[in-house]
C-alpha cells in the first residue's frame, strides 16, 4: 500500500494552513506535483486521490509518462527548455514555467502562431545568480519580460524560481514578489518540498512539490 496519499493530504493541510495564517484562501494556492522521475506506482494513488496537476522536467520523459493520461489534467514544464524541445513542448504543455531567454521567446512565439495553442508562460528568474541554474538574473528580468511582450507578442502570467539551496528562501521569495509587482504579473511560482510554507507567506501561488507528496525517490 502506497504511503503517498496520506503525505499528499498533509502537504495539502499544510498548504491550508499556511494560507490561512496570512489571511489567503487555501484555494489562492495551486499544488503542483511534481512527478519527474517518479514510477506510475506512486503517481497513481495521487491521481486517484484527485490531485490534477503535475509538474514535469523533461519534454520527452512526460511524454512518455502522460500520453494517453493527460485528459482532465494540467501539466507544468517545470525544467529548463531546449529551443528544439519548443514545438513539443507547445504542444504537450499547458503551462511552461521557465522562459528565460530571449531566443527562446522568438521559438516559443513562433510555435505558438504555427500551432494555434498558447500556454501560459511564466518567466523564470535566477534571484541567486547561480551561474550553474538557467533563468535570467534579477537586473535583467524588467527589460525581458518588456521584450516578451513587445517584441515577440507573448504575455507571461507570473514568475518561477528555485532559491539557492544554502540561503534562506525568504529573501529569494520576496525579491520575486518585487519583481512581479512591477511589471504587473500576478502569479508566483515559488517554493518546494522544504520550503513551500515560507512562499506562501511571500505572495506564492502555485508551489511545485514532488518528495513531500511522493517520498523520496530511490537512488
Same mark, same amino acid.
Given at each position: !500500500?502506497?504511503?503517498?496519499?496520506?503525505?499528499y493530504a498533509d502537504v495539502l493541510a499544510r498548504i491550508a494552513r499556511a494560507a490561512q495564517a496570512v489571511g489567503r484562501a487555501p484555494t489562492d494556492v495551486t499544488l503542483v506535483a511534481v512527478s519527474k522521475q517518479q514510477p506510475w506506482d506512486a503517481i497513481e494513488?495521487?491521481?486517484?486521490?484527485?490531485?490534477?496537476?503535475?509538474?514535469?522536467?523533461?519534454?520527452?520523459?512526460? !511524454?512518455?509518462?502522460?500520453?494517453?493520461?493527460?485528459?482532465?489534467?494540467?501539466?507544468?514544464?517545470?525544467?529548463?527548455?531546449?529551443?528544439?524541445?519548443?514545438?513539443?513542448?507547445?504542444?504537450?504543455?499547458?503551462?511552461?514555467?521557465?522562459?528565460?531567454?530571449?531566443?527562446?521567446?522568438?521559438?516559443?512565439?513562433?510555435?505558438?502562431?504555427?500551432?494555434?495553442?498558447?500556454?501560459?508562460?511564466?518567466?523564470?528568474?535566477?534571484?541567486?545568480?547561480?551561474?550553474?541554474?538557467?533563468?535570467?538574473?534579477?537586473?535583467?528580468?524588467?527589460?525581458?519580460?518588456?521584450?516578451?511582450?513587445?517584441?515577440?507578442?507573448?504575455?507571461?502570467?507570473?514568475?518561477?524560481?528555485?532559491?539557492?539551496?544554502?540561503?534562506?528562501?525568504?529573501?529569494?521569495?520576496?525579491?520575486?514578489?518585487?519583481?512581479?509587482?512591477?511589471?504587473?504579473?500576478?502569479?508566483?511560482?515559488?517554493?518546494?518540498?522544504?520550503?513551500?510554507?515560507?512562499?506562501?507567506?511571500?505572495?506564492?501561488?502555485?508551489?511545485?512539490?514532488?518528495?513531500?507528496?511522493?517520498?523520496?525517490?530511490?537512488?
Amino acid at each position: !500500500m502506497s504511503i503517498a496519499p496520506d503525505a499528499y493530504a498533509d502537504v495539502l493541510a499544510r498548504i491550508a494552513r499556511a494560507a490561512q495564517a496570512v489571511g489567503r484562501a487555501p484555494t489562492d494556492v495551486t499544488l503542483v506535483a511534481v512527478s519527474k522521475q517518479q514510477p506510475w506506482d506512486a503517481i497513481e494513488p495521487v491521481l486517484e486521490a484527485g490531485q490534477r496537476v503535475f509538474g514535469e522536467n523533461r519534454v520527452q520523459d512526460a !511524454m512518455a509518462r502522460w500520453e494517453n493520461r493527460a485528459d482532465g489534467l494540467t501539466l507544468h514544464l517545470i525544467g529548463p527548455l531546449q529551443t528544439n524541445k519548443a514545438k513539443e513542448a507547445i504542444a504537450f504543455f499547458d503551462v511552461v514555467e521557465t522562459l528565460d531567454r530571449e531566443k527562446l521567446a522568438r521559438v516559443l512565439a513562433e510555435e505558438i502562431q504555427r500551432q494555434g495553442r498558447s500556454p501560459r508562460l511564466y518567466v523564470q528568474v535566477n534571484t541567486g545568480e547561480e551561474p550553474q541554474k538557467a533563468g535570467v538574473i534579477p537586473a535583467d528580468a524588467d527589460a525581458f519580460i518588456a521584450a516578451c511582450r513587445t517584441t515577440y507578442g507573448l504575455q507571461p502570467e507570473g514568475l518561477m524560481c528555485i532559491p539557492p539551496a544554502d540561503e534562506p528562501a525568504g529573501p529569494h521569495f520576496a525579491l520575486l514578489r518585487q519583481i512581479a509587482a512591477r511589471n504587473g504579473l500576478h502569479k508566483l511560482s515559488m517554493g518546494m518540498s522544504g520550503d513551500f510554507e515560507t512562499a506562501i507567506r511571500f505572495g506564492a501561488t502555485s508551489v511545485r512539490v514532488g518528495s513531500a507528496v511522493f517520498g523520496a525517490r530511490d537512488a
